[in-house]
């Protein structure tokens, strides 16, 4: 369900919206279905289907694949904006602190649905204990994927920009050296900015999440924790090839109004662009 809009509707018209449009989608459509998928989730992996014991990172598995997704989805989306413009700039910004105050208030925010929403008593001792060795999960898989995801977001970027792609980063096979020199400048210098921005954003969840009861848990550690990596690494590999999928052949260089399937999916190149033109992948 969580795959769905984005596949069909988030994805394919995201680069059709203005910038501002494109900062609102990031911060609040965006953070609103992270959000409930994870408040989902964590209740299923909380509970225990069987009387075997099944480790707490086997349950989760399923919080771990969706939190690649959607923090790749997510730094995608910023890697889609314009880097030299003022909002792209803010908008990381905007998305550390969002993200902190996500952070800190998973807690009472859970409280308050189980109590408001589902109607629930109050946690016991022992699903207390239970709820937080599952976030304690969710926050070493959420902390990895979003840094793995800014890394990955920029150099996918940097390397797909002049290619006709499903996902628009751009497309700009027209640009000279020097512009493609200042703008992946650019790009370089927003992802260290994002990394600094996330980073320190991290370690003041991680010290507010403490005082609440929340285990700092290490992904080298634990039962089974060498599968949980391999699956991690394995999962994250196939979400990022999933973006290399070109909208159309490689043998057809035909404008994108001439093609439905790829005018769908593709802004239309500038006024200068050449139909003629090959990739430097085809050579």
Known sequence: MVCVPYAFAIVP?????SDYHQVIIRLTLHPLMLMTAEVLLREFARYQP????IPPFVRC?????VDMFLQLIGRLLVASQDPTNTLGTASVLLIGIQEFVLRVSYVPKQRWIRKNIWRLPPFTAAEEAEYLGVLGIDNMSSMQSELSAILLATIIKIKMFEHRVVWDFGYAPSEDSQERSAREAAEIRAMFLALFVESLGNVLAMAVQKRQGVPHISSFAGNRYRETLLFVMAAQVMLTGS???????????????????????CRAPPSNFNP??????TE
């Open 13 to 17: 018209f995201f680069r059709t919206f």
């Open 50 to 53: 069987t009387r075997e014991q």
């Open 61 to 65: 598995f399923v919080i771990i694949a």
């Open 243 to 265: 973006k290399f999928k070109p909208a159309q052949p490689r043998s057809s260089y035909t404008h994108p109004s001439r093609n439905k399937y790829a005018n769908r999916f």
């Open 276 to 281: 003629i033109f090959q990739s430097k992948s």
